[in-house]
Structures are given as structure tokens and as C-alpha cells.
């Protein structure tokens, strides 16, 4: 015996009621796809828009200051343009935006197809990943390795300390007066590497040595004003060479050493970080740790085609370029020779320099009383 399938009786209707008993119905289901429509609408415009890495064709740098400061705003814009145009992507610039929000300017970039965010400021930890979570799009960060995301955030606190240590090094070999400064805009991770670098270096040179370490103030990078005040400080007190990190407040730096005399009546010399200011130097550049990010944007463009951004983080060193120490014309060939060895040597590993990030370890070099031979 079969089962019975039973279907819904469905009342006859009149030719006449049969029409206008089906407006309604077919209103209704009008009116459902309509807001199914709409709704589906409204979620493809919040959702958002990846970008395939294989169709990376722009990314974008956001600097604090103007990239005309032979330091860190600088290099960044070069180093992007570089590794852009190395990789046949467009490259996006902007610059001299301040450490406020800059969340209106991220979303900008990224509608204006940005495939990669470089925020070029330890300012833009925070609004940084925001916005490239909110636009599905991949952002690079500063000073905060802890924040790496794999598929979105990577971070490359650049930490110049081999070179800053052959800079400690050379500062020791040619002081007159045993003492030696450093003036720095703020204590990042970065600049806090290469002070205790700096200091690890001129000590394995003249344990004896004498550090005056003052910073301007907690961020204060483009502070010149502050920056030539602090170091007229720091000279008084027997600085004959300065490592001066600063960014735009460098430039302070660099016009009090150009107007004082050291306590030994000679010439007082800068150290510079990050570029190159050869070219405006009145003779008093002996040398700069010069970064070149080049190598460090082009690794992550050919991480974000390869989908693969964010599972390392990114850095600099002197065995790949992206870390030197400059040569000038103060620098006799004798010591320079003498430095290019001591080089050869952290890069074959046989000096080691392990990066000191926390300003806490910088203030414990500095304060440690100078060694004796």
C-alpha cells in the first residue's frame, strides 16, 4: 500500500476575483526583493574592498614632517619611490602631516587604491591598523613589533645600532676632550638602539670615556628650537662630538654646533643619523649612521604580491647596505681603515651588538660610572 500525498486545497476563485486576489501577493514579493536588493547593496559598500596582492598597484607613504630634511622623512619618501618604481607600482605621498589624526588621509589613500599603507610615524601606531582593518588593506608600522598581524600589519623599527656602534667607535678615537654627547628628540625604540650602541662603542674603544646624554623632550622631533638650546647645554659641559638624533630638530642641533667652541677652544663635531647632510655641512659633519630603506619597502611590496605580508617584521643592517656609516673628509684614513675593520668584523659575526630598545637601558650605560683600563 502507497502513501498518500496529500496536497493543500486551494479554494476556486471566479475569473475575475482570481486577478485582484494576486496584486497583493505579487506586491509583496516586490517588495521583498527590493530590500533584499537594498540590503545587499548597503552591504557591499560597508564591507571592504581587498585588494588582491596580485594586483598590487599603488602604495602609499604618510610622513609627519615635510621630506626635505635630509633624516627620516626623507629617506622614507626616496626609499618609496624607489622601491616602487623598482617594482612598477605607483607610489602615493604624503608628507608633512603632523602627529594628529591622520585617519581621514588613510581611508583617502586607500580609496585612491593603495595596496600598501606605510605609516612613517610611530604617531600612527594606533590609527594605522584601524584604518587598513577597516579598508582590507595592509599597513606597515613603526616602532611596535609586538603589533605584527599576519596578512595586515608588520612592523620595521629601523635600529641603526651597528652602525651607531662603529660611530661610538670612531667618536672615541677622535675626541680631544674624552667626552662625548648625545642629544636626542625623543627615546623611541629606534633612538634608544643606537644611543646604547653608540655608548657600548666609544666605551670598547676608552672604557674611561665620559657620556652626557639629554633628550629635548618626550616627541620632540622637530623641535630646533629646543634641540639648539640642549645641545649649547651638553657642549658647556665638555662635549667635543654630538650624536644628534633628531629629524627636523637635527637642524638646532647642528647651528649650536656650528656656533660654539669646545671647552678646548677647537671645533665641535656632529654625528648625524639616518641621511646624509653633506651637502648643507659648514665643516662640522664628521659622519652620520645613514639608513637606506630601500632594501626594507621593496621586501615588503614582494611580500604583499606573494601574500605573505605580516608573518616577519622587517629591519636594517649593515651587511645587506641598509645600515653605513658615512665617510667625510674629517675622518683621517688611518682611522677610517681602522673602523672598516672593526665593521668587517660585526658583519662576519664576530661582534656581536645586541639592540637595547628600552630607554631604561639607556639610562643605566650613561649613568654607569667610566671604566678604567
Do not use: C
Not at 9 to 28: C, D, F, K, M, Q
Not at 224 to 230: E, H, L, N
Request: aromatic residues 6%.
Amino acid at each position: 500500500m502507497h502513501d498518500k500525498l496529500l496536497l493543500p486545497v486551494v479554494p476556486t476563485l471566479p475569473a475575475e476575483g482570481r486577478a485582484a486576489s494576486h496584486r497583493p501577493i505579487r506586491r509583496a514579493v516586490l517588495s521583498a526583493m527590493a530590500l533584499a536588493v537594498l540590503a545587499w547593496a548597503v552591504l557591499a559598500w560597508a564591507a571592504p574592498t581587498r585588494v588582491s596582492a596580485a594586483d598590487l598597484k599603488a602604495i602609499a607613504i604618510l610622513t609627519p614632517e615635510a621630506a626635505s630634511d635630509f633624516g627620516w622623512n626623507q629617506q622614507g619618501v626616496q626609499a618609496a619611490r624607489a622601491a616602487g618604481g623598482a617594482a612598477g607600482v605607483e607610489v602615493l605621498v604624503a608628507e608633512n602631516l603632523g602627529y594628529g589624526d591622520v585617519r581621514p588621509v588613510l581611508r583617502e589613500l586607500a580609496e585612491d587604491g593603495a595596496g600598501l599603507l606605510i605609516a612613517h610615524a610611530s604617531g600612527y601606531n594606533t590609527a594605522a591598523p584601524e584604518i587598513g582593518a577597516e579598508a582590507g588593506v595592509p599597513v606597515a608600522i613603526t616602532d611596535r613589533p609586538d603589533a605584527r598581524v599576519p596578512g595586515k600589519v608588520a612592523d620595521y623599527t629601523a635600529s641603526g645600532h651597528e652602525g651607531a656602534y662603529l660611530a661610538g667607535r670612531l667618536a672615541a678615537k677622535l675626541t680631544r676632550t674624552g667626552i662625548l654627547g648625545i642629544v636626542t628628540s625623543g627615546e623611541p625604540p629606534g633612538w634608544n638602539s643606537q644611543s646604547a650602541a653608540f655608548i657600548e662603542g666609544a666605551r670598547a674603544e676608552k672604557p674611561d670615556i665620559v657620556i652626557r646624554y639629554s633628550v629635548i623632550g618626550p616627541a620632540a622631533y622637530s623641535d630646533a628650537a629646543g634641540a639648539r638650546r640642549v645641545t649649547e647645554t651638553v657642549i658647556a659641559a665638555g662635549a667635543d662630538i654630538i650624536l644628534g638624533q633628531g629629524n627636523g630638530s637635527s637642524f638646532g642641533m647642528l647651528a649650536a654646533i656650528e656656533a660654539a667652541k669646545a671647552v678646548d677652544g677647537g671645533k665641535v663635531f656632529f654625528i648625524d643619523v639616518i641621511g646624509d647632510k653633506s651637502g648643507i655641512d659648514k665643516g662640522h659633519l664628521l659622519s652620520s649612521v645613514v639608513w637606506n630603506l630601500e632594501p626594507v619597502f621593496a621586501a615588503m611590496i614582494a611580500d604583499v604580491k606573494a601574500d605573505r605580508f605580516g608573518e616577519k617584521n622587517y629591519g636594517i643592517r649593515l651587511a645587506d647596505g641598509s645600515v653605513s656609516l658615512l665617510k667625510t673628509p674629517h675622518i683621517p684614513d688611518g682611522v677610517w681603515q681602522q673602523i672598516e675593520a672593526i665593521r668587517q668584523e660585526i658583519v662576519d659575526g664576530r661582534i656581536a651588538i645586541k639592540p637595547a630598545f628600552d630607554a631604561a637601558a639607556v639610562h643605566a650605560l650613561v649613568n654607569a660610572s667610566p671604566r678604567t683600563p
